[in-house]
């Protein structure tokens, strides 16, 4: 009997459901977020509960073919062939303890609905900026927030994790019972186990407040330098983040954005308001568009103007160590020269605060970055790839001088490795790990490099 084969002699054992390749919902089940990566896994499983879950490590084990838990988001990494594609949409359970401000959330929960049940509470996740990602995928592997300087990344956050073992063992796991399964948790995902639910410490916002401040490209060198300087003293209590947008020249645009570039300055601050220690920014340039004033999460989740839709995409990030005039000004530079009009948008986000100090132990952190930059180049039906592949791949090596020795899992693109965010010591801790969590290679290694 074929792998295959053996699967599909499964299916009558579980309550969810198993999709091969020659079921014709195949090729829409297979589909990650981003469609520029094309995944032809052996089969996509989406288990009902436990018990599916444990049938099918037993099937992985007997056939060799090993599970790949893939969640909502933008971590696909590769084609995945030869594996079995696992979804989780049912493990949905939400319960938030306002009075101790834990969240225990299910591994398909993705955090829209999270930001829904924290609205008036006080209380805010250390969640990403798109609501359709989940919730578990983005923070087994590390997670930059908007509160990131208040709270570290959303990995830091992880109080305990629900583990199917692959010996079928479930149970809670946390930094007493097992700290160093939690240690792999918090950023190199369910490499040594299926993690079925999480609990998360919630970021207390007694008094939530935002600006977004809009400057002209001819601005953007000096309000960027503004921005670097008004890191060296900013309170953790403040996050900023800052947008260098080129917009096309297209008709479907709206007039005042259409071909034109700017940058955006958006800050968040966890403690009221924080506008006397935006002036030295207001002061580098002149601004064009300035709006603040009392916001909320699901205000910040409306604002980020994420898709909701499956889309291809690329992007390249960078995490920084340091942001010299120099730098500052040959990005803005490259970034407005007309052939490098393939990337839309360059976010750069500013690091440090509690980011410097994890308030628990994890293979993910930024302690060595001070800033973190992200690139996209959208793809668009029948254009040329070749223009904004190039165009990420300056963009690369222009900041190759001032690369951190390490950045964060959610930011690698595909086909990069763990080898990006941490040492090798680290790494050979990840392999130890999986081998004695894992001897039979019944999950997928992900991005843990062989």
């Known amino acids: 009997m074929s792998s295959t084969s053996s699967f599909e002699a499964v299916r009558p054992r579980l309550t969810g459901a198993l999709i091969l390749p020659d079921d014709p919902e195949y090729d829409d089940a297979r589909k990650p977020w981003n469609l520029a990566v094309d995944q032809r896994p052996a089969a996509v499983a989406v288990p009902a509960d436990v018990g599916d879950l444990t049938v099918l490590l037993e099937t992985a084990a007997d056939t060799g073919i090993p599970l790949a838990v893939q969640p909502s988001g933008h971590g696909a990494s590769g084609d995945l062939a030869g594996a079995v594609i696992v979804r989780m949409p049912a493990f949905d359970e939400l319960e938030v303890d306002v009075e101790a401000g834990v969240l225990h959330v299910g591994a398909g929960v993705r955090w829209g609905a999270v930001v829904d049940a924290l609205e008036a509470t006080g209380w805010a996740a250390p969640a990403g900026t798109s609501p359709v990602v989940s919730v578990a995928g983005y923070t087994l592997g590390g997670g930059h927030s908007w509160f990131s300087r208040t709270a570290g990344l959303g990995s830091d956050n992880v109080r305990a994790a629900w583990v199917l073992r692959t010996d079928g063992t479930h149970e809670r796991v946390d930094d007493d019972s097992d700290p160093e399964l939690l240690w792999a948790l918090r950023g190199a995902g369910g490499i040594v186990g299926i993690v079925t639910a999480l609990e998360i410490e919630l970021v207390r916002t007694p008094?939530?407040?935002?600006?977004?401040?809009?400057?002209?490209?001819?601005?953007?060198?000096?309000?960027?330098?503004?921005?670097?300087?008004?890191?060296?003293?900013?309170?953790?209590?403040?996050?900023?983040?800052?947008?260098?947008?080129?917009?096309?020249?297209?008709?479907?645009?709206?007039?005042?954005?259409?071909?034109?570039?700017?940058?955006?300055?958006?800050?968040l601050s966890?403690?009221?308001?924080?506008?006397?220690?935006?002036?030295?920014?207001?002061?580098?340039?002149?601004?064009?568009?300035?709006?603040?004033?009392?916001?909320?999460?699901?205000?910040?989740?409306?604002?980020?103007n994420e898709p909701t839709d499956p889309m291809p995409g690329r992007g390249a990030s960078m995490a920084l160590s340091s942001f010299d005039d120099a730098t500052i000004d040959a990005l803005v530079a490259y970034r407005e020269l007309p052939e490098q009009g393939p990337i839309m948008g360059i976010d750069i986000r500013m690091l440090g605060g509690a980011l410097d100090s994890p308030q628990r132990r994890?293979?993910?952190?930024?302690?060595?970055?001070?800033?973190?930059?992200?690139?996209?180049?959208?793809?668009f039906p029948g254009a040329p790839l070749e223009p904004g592949d190039a165009s990420l791949a300056?963009?690369?090596?222009?900041?190759?001088?001032a690369e951190a020795p390490r950045t964060v899992p959610t930011f690698l693109g595909p086909g990069q490795t763990l080898e990006r965010c941490g040492s090798p010591a680290d790494l050979e801790r990840l392999r130890a790990l999986r081998a004695a969590a894992d001897p039979r290679g019944v999950l997928y290694a992900g991005r843990l490099p062989r």
């Open 207 to 267: 008094a939530l407040w935002g600006a977004s401040l809009t400057f002209d490209v001819s601005d953007a060198a000096a309000v960027i330098r503004a921005v670097r300087d008004l890191s060296a003293d900013a309170p953790a209590t403040l996050n900023v983040f800052m947008n260098s947008m080129r917009m096309p020249d297209a008709p479907q645009l709206p007039e005042e954005i259409r071909g034109r570039s700017f940058l955006e300055v958006q800050a």
């Open 270 to 304: 966890v403690d009221g308001d924080a506008s006397a220690l935006l002036d030295r920014v207001r002061g580098a340039g002149t601004v064009q568009r300035d709006t603040t004033g009392p916001t909320s999460p699901a205000a910040l989740v409306a604002a980020s």
């Open 362 to 379: 994890g293979f993910a952190s930024l302690q060595s970055a001070g800033w973190l930059l992200h690139a996209l180049a959208p793809i």
């Open 394 to 401: 300056g963009f690369v090596g222009l900041l190759a001088h």
